[in-house]
């Protein structure tokens, strides 16, 4: 398998080291050679050229690509450097683009007949994760899987937790509505077995179906917890457009800007009933007082600097804002927020890299997302007719370590896994991976009569 990569900036860059840890044939193209000194550690071959030459593309082994990924900061380099690397005979090909309009629907088949399979806006990505995280003020990750048949939840312990200093065994059996996928526990990655406890201040991951999500609140003690109904936005970015349109009618939004041209443009952008913007500094407190941050429940910092949002955030929290997220795009720093407790953290790279990667696995996948905080990616996986997955009950599968199956959707319906349960063909099974390679259970999941 064969990936080739146009532009080494962030999303370039997370993509080609997700790559090089999957051992894939990996290509990175950038005109900038400080860009491309990065990767020197990682198994990459990189050509500092224009990612629209036809003699670049071509010494790069374009036309025996599996796929072409245009993500550098120019909208039409990536689409015109798709279209040349789908000329030369690359399998598929991914645009990073700007324009909304490029995601409608009925545009997709005048995109595949250009030779773009498909189009990646990571601020709309980024928006639809931030409104998940609002939705539920008491977690600070959510992903909903099937229209919510199942949640993955990631929840901060605090001392109110009814669950804490138990045997797991004890807390979530075969017939209890959760299970417990991987703790983050002072820097490390735990994947829980039915002896592990749960601490204070534990990161957890829990599975659950939509149902049982009052019930989880209760027993990790966020009853408390005000839902939000009052947001302000700092920073009036593409990200923050995307989020506001995306955030619920029941939520009033702020926007603060401090750029009056670049307010003039959101009020163009966003209707009043969407989003009020403001014209200021998001850091001067007395701003944030004028404009209700004491009876304000959310504040999501979404500037471009990474210090600037999560001091902004630090400073929210003192002044009694419950939840908080943050724009962190500097992957050096999303352990440091982590530590300061800062809430939600957006990294828009990994969430683009994740839908990027997708693409590469064989087996029937339907969505693939990366938890940077555990360093790990929970995949939905189709099992197809006669695959291994479906001859024998979970705990005979044999599965790498690092990997647990945390539920699965059949019908439309949600449902919890132990491991006695038995998956069947057409199930969308979630797969939780740390510390293993996602082509390693693609085995698992494909057709085939050999066991």
Not at 373 to 401: M, Y
């Amino acid at each position: 398998m064969k990936v080739v990569i146009a532009g080494a900036g962030a999303v370039g860059t997370h993509l080609s080291k997700l790559l090089s840890r999957e051992h894939i044939d990996c290509v990175l193209i950038d005109d900038d050679d400080e860009r491309l000194s990065s990767l020197t550690e990682y198994d990459v071959m990189t050509y500092q050229s224009s990612p629209t030459s036809i003699k670049t593309l071509k010494e790069a082994g374009v036309q025996g690509a599996d796929l072409f990924v245009g993500v550098t900061p120019e909208e039409s380099i990536n689409m015109n450097a798709c279209i040349l690397a789908h000329a030369l005979g690359a399998k598929k090909t991914v645009a990073r683009i700007d324009n909304y309009e490029y995601l409608s629907p009925e545009l997709q088949p005048f995109f595949k007949n250009l030779g773009i399979d498909s189009l990646i806006y990571p601020e709309v990505l980024a928006g639809i994760d931030i409104t998940n995280g609002l939705k539920m003020s008491w977690v600070r990750q959510r992903w909903d899987v099937h229209n919510g048949a199942l949640i993955l939840l990631g929840i901060k312990l605090r001392e109110a937790a009814e669950i804490l200093n138990q045997p797991l065994k004890d807390l979530c059996g075969p017939d209890d509505p959760y299970h417990i996928v991987a703790i983050k526990r002072d820097g490390d990655t735990i994947i829980p077995s039915g002896m592990d406890h749960l601490h204070v201040n534990d990161l957890v991951y829990i599975m659950t179906t939509k149902e049982y999500i009052p019930y989880i609140r209760k027993i990790v003690g966020k009853e408390h917890y005000t839902d939000v109904k009052n947001v302000i936005i700092m920073g009036g970015g593409k990200t923050a457009v995307r989020a506001a349109l995306t955030i619920p009618n029941y939520m009033n939004v702020k926007i603060i800007e401090k750029s009056s041209k670049r307010c003039e443009k959101l009020n163009e952008l966003l209707e009043s009933e969407e989003a009020m913007v403001i014209h200021g500094d998001g850091r001067d407190l007395g701003l944030l007082e004028e404009e209700g941050i004491r009876h304000t429940q959310a504040f999501v910092a979404l500037t471009g600097n990474a210090e600037t949002n999560i001091l902004a955030c630090l400073t929210a929290k003192k002044l009694g804002v419950r939840k908080t997220v943050a724009l962190v795009e500097n992957l050096d720093y999303v352990n440091m927020a982590e530590s300061l407790d800062i809430g939600t953290i957006i990294n828009k790279k990994t969430i683009a890299a994740s839908h990027i990667f997708q693409m590469l696995l064989d087996a029937d996948v339907e969505n693939l997302r990366s938890l940077m905080l555990v360093d790990a990616e929970v995949a939905e996986f189709i099992a197809s007719p006669d695959s291994k997955v479906t001859k024998k009950p979970v705990k005979d599968l044999g599965l790498p370590f690092g990997v647990t199956i945390g539920g699965l959707v059949r019908n439309g319906v949600g449902m919890l896994v132990n491991g006695n349960s038995r998956i069947e063909a057409g199930d969308s099974v979630m797969v939780f991976c740390h510390e293993a390679k996602l082509q390693s259970l693609e085995k698992y999941f494909k057709n085939t009569t050999i066991w």
